[in-house]
T-cell receptor, first 115, second 112 residues
Framework: NAGVTQTPKFQVLKTGQSMTLQCAQD?????MYWYRQDPGMGLRLIYY???????DKGEVPNGYNVSRLNKREFSLRLESAAPSQTSVYFC??????????????FGQGTRLTVV | QQQVKQSPQSLIVQKGGISIINCAYE??????FPWYQQFPGKGPALLIA?????SEKKEGRFTISFNKSAKQFSLHIMDSQPGDSATYFC???????????FGGGTRLMVKP
């Protein structure tokens, strides 16, 4: 059981380039999330998808777009990368049961550097 | 602005000592408070979680203490071990919401 798989693990981009971060989960979870992690800032939510076919903005959505391709896959796209987007990006998924809290599972992260 | 404030940012503890990390929140709609542990190069993993209807939850050497009136909760690691060296994040989520709000993280180092 792979859990949450992110690709790539590392990436260096030049300012203005575009790229897509891929995420797939094999736990049949409804909800998926993209976070960025910066020193001293914890993890901040970029976008999330509560269920297949829906996406919503999180705390820091500017400069990003997402696609919930199907129940398994949730991608994050940077259309024109900026140095401020240098960060470690984490994808997560959760089962989300009504009236209950359930654990969020995280991928291993993508370390992105924009030069 | 951070809705969940975590302190300290870093902590050094001797092996066998007690590690204490504190968090405070603003939003009274939060009703689920997990702690995540993250090792270098890995994603965060759920360590222990509490709901506000109890004041304490213990799992092995890890204990969450919760003070609803003060809107504070803390993680205590008893008999800290070098293998506990990691970054710890507190978080919070409302029952009607779908988003975890994280604290800024605490880098714990346990010295042998």
């Amino acid at each position: 059981n792979a859990g949450v798989t992110q690709t790539p693990k590392f990436q260096v981009l030049k300012t203005g380039q575009s790229m897509t971060l891929q995420c797939a989960q094999d736990m049949n979870h409804n909800s998926m999330y993209w976070y960025r992690q910066d020193p001293g800032m914890g993890l901040r939510l970029i976008y999330y998808s509560a269920s297949e076919g829906t996406t919503d903005k999180g705390e820091v959505p500017n400069g990003y777009n997402v696609s919930r391709l199907n129940k398994r896959e949730f991608s994050l796209r940077l259309e024109s990368a900026a140095p401020s987007q240098t960060s470690v990006y984490f994808c997560a998924s959760r089962a989300r049961r009504t009236g209950q809290s359930s654990e969020a599972f995280f991928g291993q992260g993508t370390r992105l550097t924009v030069v | 602005q951070q809705q969940v404030k975590q302190s300290p940012q870093s902590l050094i503890v001797q092996k066998g000592g007690i590690s204490i990390i504190n968090c405070a929140y603003e939003n009274t709609a939060f009703d689920y408070f997990p702690w995540y542990q993250q090792f270098p190069g890995k994603g965060p993993a759920l360590l222990i979680a509490i709901r506000p209807d109890v004041s304490e939850k213990k799992e092995g050497r890890f204990t969450i203490s919760f003070n609803k009136s003060a809107k504070q909760f803390s993680l205590h690691i008893m008999d800290s071990q070098p293998g506990d060296s990691a970054t710890y994040f507190c978080a919070a989520r409302g029952n009607a919401g779908n988003m975890l709000t994280f604290g800024g993280g605490t880098r714990l180092m346990v010295k042998p």
